[in-house]
C-alpha cells in the first residue's frame, strides 16, 4: 500500500505560479511513476503529467506543456508538479498518483485526495 497527499493548492491570478507537493509513504517510493491528473466541476478526471520511477522520463498533457513541470525526489518520497503561467481552465482539483508508467487512469493503483486550484481571470 501507498498512502499520498497532496499539498499547494490554492487561489492564483491568472500568469501566476503553484507548486502542489504529492508526499508518499508505505511502500518504496522510487518503485513507482507518478501522475498527476486533474478534475474540474462537470468533467472527467484527465491527465496532466507523468514521470517514470528514476525520473529519467517525463510526460506532459499537450494542454500544459511549456507551462507546468513534473519532477521526483526520491530521497524525499515526493512528487512535484510546477505550475506556470496559470490559466482559469487550469482551476481543478489536482491529484497524484502512483503505479506504471502511462497517461491513463488504469496504469495508477493508488490516489491521493486531491488539492484544488483555482485561477481568477
Known amino acids: 500500500q501507498v498512502q499520498l497527499v497532496e499539498s499547494g493548492g490554492g487561489l492564483v491570478q491568472a500568469g501566476g505560479s503553484l507548486r502542489l507537493s504529492c508526499v508518499a509513504s508505505?511502500?518504496?517510493?522510487?518503485?513507482?511513476?507518478m501522475g498527476w491528473f486533474r478534475q474540474a466541476p462537470g468533467n472527467e478526471r484527465e491527465f496532466v503529467a507523468a514521470?517514470?520511477?528514476?525520473?529519467?522520463?517525463?510526460y506532459h498533457a499537450d494542454s500544459v506543456k511549456g507551462r507546468f513541470t513534473i519532477s521526483r525526489d526520491n530521497a524525499k518520497n515526493t512528487a512535484y508538479l510546477q505550475m506556470n503561467s496559470l490559466k482559469p481552465e487550469d482551476t481543478a482539483v489536482y491529484h497524484c498518483?502512483?503505479?506504471?508508467?502511462?497517461?491513463?487512469?488504469?496504469?495508477?493503483?493508488?490516489w491521493g485526495q486531491g488539492t484544488q486550484v483555482t485561477v481568477s481571470s
Open positions: 498518483a502512483a503505479g506504471a508508467y502511462g497517461f491513463n487512469e488504469e496504469a495508477y493503483d493508488y
Open positions: 508505505g511502500q518504496t517510493f522510487s518503485y513507482y511513476a
Open positions: 514521470i517514470s520511477f528514476s525520473g529519467g522520463s517525463t
